[in-house]
């Protein structure tokens, strides 16, 4: 398996409350990404990074910033957490060489209250 | 990037040939098809992808039309273990090019 850590897995905050997830890889792989997913749908794609502070926005990047000050972290910031953003958050990295996989972390459920 | 349609769910039986299809019938000539799946609550995990040519791995197989506007997602010999949702997603050649997912299909494999 890739060697790629979301943390924490599971977490209950309050809203209204700042949440950070990280994502941790030791692949050394360039490009980054972040997804939630909701019941009914697939992966929704939040924000990525293809480098060292390059990140960009995804589809659903309302609510969320992003960080990458190195290249094996990215993190995601909820600056003000709601209920809406109750989800399970999944990272995903890849160099994308010769089109090959990408590789996903196992994912953080977050609950806001 | 091209969307693609695949029926919300099937099943089969255990030790049969699951065949999942997909079309992508914008599919432009650039654009690889790659397969996903998902099982339970765990991260997508990559099965397969090709551009044009049938491709098989250890996990299955995958045929694509010639016209390139659909494809077929084989699993030889189903176990209780794939039952998983299994997205089928086109996705443009080059490095900055995302994976957009949709809905899949459930596969259930049945005893």
């Known amino acids: 398996d890739a060697g790629i850590t979301q943390s924490p897995r599971h977490k209950v905050t309050e809203t209204g409350t700042p949440v950070t997830l990280r994502c941790h890889q030791t692949?050394?792989?360039?490009?980054m990404y972040w997804y939630r997913q909701d019941p009914g749908h697939g992966l929704r794609l939040i924000h990525y990074?293809?480098?060292?502070?390059?990140?960009d926005k995804g589809e659903v990047s309302d609510g969320y910033s992003v960080s990458r000050s190195k290249t094996e972290d990215f993190l995601l910031t909820l600056e003000s957490a709601t209920s809406s953003q109750t989800s399970v958050y999944f990272c995903?990295?890849?160099?994308?060489?010769?089109?090959?996989?990408?590789?996903f972390g196992q994912g953080t459920r977050l609950t806001v209250v | 990037d091209a969307k693609t349609t695949q029926p919300p769910s099937m099943d089969c039986a255990e030790g049969r040939a699951a065949n999942l299809p997909c079309n992508h019938s914008?599919?432009?000539?650039?654009?690889?098809v790659y397969w996903y799946r998902q099982i339970h609550s765990q991260g997508p995990q990559y099965i397969i992808h090709?551009?044009?040519n049938n491709e098989t791995n250890e996990m299955a197989s995958l045929i694509i039309t010639e016209d390139r506007k659909s494809s077929t997602l084989i699993l030889p010999h189903a176990t209780l273990r794939d039952t998983a949702v299994y997205y089928c997603?086109?996705?443009?050649?080059?490095?900055?090019?995302?994976?957009?997912f949709g809905k899949g299909i459930t596969l259930s494999v049945r005893p």
């Open positions: 692949e050394n792989h360039r490009y």
């Open positions: 995903a990295i890849s160099d994308w060489k010769e089109n090959t996989e990408a590789f």
């Open positions: 914008t599919i432009s000539g650039n654009e690889y």
């Open positions: 990074s293809y480098g060292v502070k390059d990140t």
């Open positions: 997603i086109v996705r443009v050649s080059g490095a900055n090019s995302k994976l957009t």
């Open positions: 090709g551009l044009k």
